[in-house]
């Protein structure tokens, strides 16, 4: 079955760091555009990084440029999210999703997406 299991969430005070892994089971992760969103209560789910199926595109939201890295990890069939000089503001639930097609759109639209995880607690507070 086709499976994304999204880890690496939890507590960090602002300033810290965390790595977030999507991790893919009954296919590989090699030919799929990869996009990682996050949502917080009571927003509207927000496009953070997308990574292209041929290593050739990647793409980073606007709030979180220069501080997060969007990589693959192949031997592990995952793709990871290293999150830097975090923010209170980053605080949401983030889910990583394939994107439809090889290579990232021009939008964030989840429409576009077509297998999702269950997403991973991000909490950044003092």
């Known amino acids: 079955q086709v499976q994304l299991v999204e880890s690496g969430g939890g507590l960090v005070q602002p300033g810290g760091s965390l790595r977030l892994s999507c991790a893919a089971s009954?296919?590989?992760?090699?030919?799929?555009?990869i996009g990682w969103f996050r949502q917080a209560p009571g927003k509207e789910r927000e496009g953070v990084s997308c990574?292209?199926?041929?290593?050739?595109?990647?793409y980073y939201g606007d709030s979180v440029k220069d501080r997060f890295t969007i990589s693959r990890d192949s031997a592990k069939n995952a793709v990871t999210l290293q999150m830097n000089s975090l923010k209170p503001e980053d605080s949401a639930v983030y889910y990583c999703a394939t994107h439809a097609l090889t290579r990232c759109g021009r939008s964030w639209s989840t429409d576009d997406y077509k297998y999702w995880g269950q997403g991973t607690q991000v909490t950044v507070s003092s």
């Open positions: 009954g296919f590989t992760l090699d030919y799929y555009a």
């Open positions: 990574i292209s199926g041929t290593d050739s595109q990647i």
